[in-house]
């Protein structure tokens, strides 16, 4: 699987990730194959040092957004502030073998994974080839 972002999108993350020690979040808004929109979202964890729990009624307002034209919630990103770009075996604890999108930012880098049944990392995961486009 492949996956657009733009290289302003890309770098949104990047930055905020950048902008704390703790875990940041956000949500991936768009469609198949491509992030059209980054939304920073407030991490709502009691350990946000560790972890990370998108603000539910941010979350909320995507998925109404999106049933009324605007675009979809297609997952989230996320940053492993001490860490890498790889999903953590609590990233594979918590995540639903629903299709969403995960990204990851660590260490000035962005890498991008699929919550499937059975993935190839830590049993949840699979890897997806993120495209860097113009925008």
Known sequence: MKVEISITDRQR???HAASSRDEVCGLLL???GR????RPCANVSDIPARRFELDPAALIAAWREGRAGGPRVIGHY??????????SATD???????GAIWVIAAAGQVMAWRAVAAGAVHGRFDPVALSVVAG
């Open 92 to 98: 594979a604890a918590e995540a639903a073998a629903d």
């Open 35 to 38: 992030i059209a929109r980054v």
């Open 30 to 32: 768009g469609d198949v």
């Open 78 to 87: 996320h940053s492993h502030p001490t860490g890498d770009a790889r999903p």
């Open 13 to 15: 993350i990047l930055d």
